[in-house]
């Protein structure tokens, strides 16, 4: 108790700088280790094993994000509705549920392990929001958030190499490789998770710029959504694109390497996604210094756009032959995640700040969620079905130019509707924080 009243006092009297490195590494290596109990299955292959006439892989993916996305649903509500105090005990008991049923992965035989990344994918699902409630509603939440953001992008390469590790120097079996991966990491999860437990939570200055926020009861959620129902429809359309590309990227990151003459080359995973990392942190973190909302809430927007414009430059030099299949990668994955990493709470959070809701970042965040994963699954079953010869590097390519151009266009709807709304309002924006729940219509 002692301890813990102490890391707190000594945080809320260090200079700002001190304060934001803390909850960057506090945060990012949390995320970053719960990655270790969901991707490594990603780095094998699995090959000539089938069921029902469809590969392995493909059931283990659709499994586990069919579990992810369920429980994206069910973190509208639970993610939006739990109380500081819980999320800590909250993200280890989902983690250890999911690492529970990594272990039944290994043991039990093919097909009955499919159930059991359903059950790994399950609880998983609701630990970013857990996670995020800690640094949403301050001053520097962008950079914060971009800190937390890049976890998935650096932990998606780091694990998979580790995986792969594993199996090569550790002879481990594709089917125990990722239960013993998150071994490996369970210990620094119980470090990093002890050390966010202890970030204090918004001051009066925080809540006075970004607005407070709080718990969502049923009836507030609903409230919100039917204020701002056009564009949060707008933007799970453009966030459920991105989330298509970037599973596909994601789980078929082996295949894709592979089909570009990279063969069990594990540094390769690390080596491509630090750059991106890096650049997408690097070009967020600098929202957080643009003061008005307003005036964030379309940066972010115009970030979006060039991501999604990025990723259809990148397929046209790499098809052009004036960029290696390397860059290619790299290129494709910085336009991906600068448009994606903003969808995880970025965007959100200068959108309820922008119009003064008291409310929290959880419940919109995880409505998107939950449809983008939705439209992942279908996906990934459509490629095996219409396009079974096409190599994952030629299916990644076609799509890329599919996600460049809806993702513009949709970008600028939004665009348009959020600055019509901000011109409408016809209430005094002030430090007030208005629950719309009241407001009469």
């Not at 993200?91 to 039990?108: Q, R």
Request: aromatic share 16%.
């Amino acid at each position: 108790m002692i301890l813990r009243v102490d890391i707190k006092q000594w945080l809320e009297k260090q200079p700002q700088w001190v304060f934001v490195v803390y909850v960057i590494v506090a945060s990012f290596s949390t995320y970053a280790c719960m990655y270790a109990f969901r991707k490594p299955f990603a780095v094998a292959t699995f090959e000539g094993e089938q069921f029902l006439g469809i590969d392995e892989k493909i059931w283990f993916i659709t499994a586990q994000v069919a579990g992810y996305t369920l429980s994206k649903f069910i973190g509208i509500k639970v993610v939006s509705e739990t109380k500081s105090g819980q999320r800590a005990t909250g993200i280890l008991v989902l983690i250890v549920l999911s690492w529970l049923s990594l272990f039944l992965f290994g043991l039990v035989p093919s097909p009955y392990r499919i159930i059991f990344l359903f059950t790994n994918g399950l609880p998983l699902g609701m630990i970013w929001g857990l996670v995020f409630a800690y640094l949403e509603g301050r001053k520097y939440t962008e950079l914060l958030g971009a800190g937390l953001s890049v976890s998935f992008i650096f932990a998606s390469g780091i694990v998979k190499s580790v995986g792969k590790w594993v199996m090569l120097d550790l002879n481990v079996s594709e089917y125990w490789m990722p239960f013993v991966t998150g071994l490996l990491f369970f210990f620094p999860l119980l470090i990093s998770l002890y050390l966010l437990s202890k970030v204090p939570s918004p001051t009066a200055e925080d809540r006075a710029l970004r607005t407070e926020r709080k718990p969502m009861t049923k009836r507030q959620r609903m409230a919100f959504f039917r204020h701002f129902a056009t564009v949060i429809v707008l933007l799970i359309g453009a966030y459920s694109i991105l989330m298509i590309f970037r599973e596909m990227r994601d789980n078929f990151a082996v295949e894709i390497w592979n089909d570009l003459g990279y063969v069990d080359n594990p540094e390769i995973f690390t080596k491509s996604e630090i750059p991106v990392g890096l650049i997408a942190l690097f070009s967020l973190g600098l929202v957080s210094f643009i003061r008005s909302n307003i005036k964030a809430l379309f940066s972010i927007i115009f970030i979006v756009m060039g991501g999604f414009i990025l990723i259809g430059m990148g397929s046209i030099l790499f098809q052009g032959n004036h960029i290696s299949g390397f860059y290619w990668v790299v290129i494709t994955g910085l336009g991906l995640y600068m448009a994606f990493i903003p969808f995880n709470a970025l965007l959100f959070e200068r959108m309820i700040a922008t119009f003064q809701y008291s409310s929290n970042i959880g419940y919109v965040m995880y409505l998107a969620d939950a449809f983008g994963y939705l439209s992942s699954i279908g996906v990934l079953g459509l490629k095996n079905i219409l396009s079974p010869s096409d190599s994952w590097a030629d299916f990644f390519l076609s799509s890329s130019y599919y996600v460049s151009v809806a993702g513009v266009v949709i970008m600028i709807a939004s665009s348009i509707w959020f600055q019509r709304k901000y011109n409408r309002l016809e209430y005094p924006l002030t430090t007030k924080h208005y629950d719309y729940a009241t407001i009469p219509r």
